[in-house]
Protein backbone atom coordinates (compact mmCIF):
# COMPACT_ATOMS: atom_id res chain seq x y z
CA UNK A 1 0.00 0.00 0.00
CA UNK A 2 1.29 3.63 -0.69
CA UNK A 3 -0.34 6.56 0.11
CA UNK A 4 -0.34 9.21 -2.49
CA UNK A 5 -2.06 12.23 -1.80
CA UNK A 6 -4.27 11.23 0.68
CA UNK A 7 -5.22 8.45 -1.83
CA UNK A 8 -4.31 4.94 -1.19
CA UNK A 9 -2.82 3.65 -4.38
CA UNK A 10 -2.85 0.05 -4.56
CA UNK A 11 0.69 -1.73 -5.90
CA UNK A 12 0.58 -4.52 -8.54
CA UNK A 13 3.34 -6.30 -10.03
CA UNK A 14 6.10 -4.19 -7.97
CA UNK A 15 4.65 -0.46 -9.86
CA UNK A 16 2.43 1.74 -8.57
CA UNK A 17 -0.57 2.12 -10.62
CA UNK A 18 -2.12 5.75 -11.76
CA UNK A 19 0.75 7.98 -10.77
CA UNK A 20 1.51 10.41 -12.98
CA UNK A 21 5.00 10.63 -13.08
CA UNK A 22 4.89 14.47 -13.71
CA UNK A 23 3.00 14.80 -10.79
CA UNK A 24 5.65 13.19 -8.85
CA UNK A 25 7.95 15.47 -9.80
CA UNK A 26 6.67 18.01 -9.18
CA UNK A 27 6.00 16.75 -5.82
CA UNK A 28 10.05 15.96 -5.44
CA UNK A 29 10.86 19.28 -6.23
CA UNK A 30 8.45 20.98 -3.34
CA UNK A 31 9.91 18.52 -0.89
CA UNK A 32 13.06 19.58 -1.55
CA UNK A 33 12.56 23.40 -1.53
CA UNK A 34 10.88 22.99 1.69
CA UNK A 35 13.63 20.54 2.90
CA UNK A 36 15.79 23.54 1.87
CA UNK A 37 14.24 26.07 3.82
CA UNK A 38 14.00 23.88 6.88
CA UNK A 39 17.95 23.61 6.51
CA UNK A 40 18.03 27.01 6.24
CA UNK A 41 15.94 27.57 9.60
CA UNK A 42 17.44 25.00 11.53
CA UNK A 43 21.14 26.87 10.27
CA UNK A 44 19.54 30.60 11.71
CA UNK A 45 18.34 28.52 14.91
CA UNK A 46 21.63 27.36 15.89
CA UNK A 47 23.49 30.72 15.04
CA UNK A 48 20.78 32.20 17.57
CA UNK A 49 21.63 29.27 20.30
CA UNK A 50 25.28 30.45 19.81
CA UNK A 51 24.41 33.68 20.88
CA UNK A 52 22.48 32.71 23.22
CA UNK A 53 19.53 34.54 22.21
CA UNK A 54 17.56 31.82 21.50
CA UNK A 55 17.18 29.64 25.13
CA UNK A 56 15.95 25.94 24.55
CA UNK A 57 13.32 24.52 27.11
Do not use: A, F, W
Not at 11 to 40: A, E, F, H, V
Amino acid sequence: MLCYNNEVVKKQGGKNLNIPTKKLLTNNKQDGILMKSLRNNDKQLSKLRKKNLLTTY
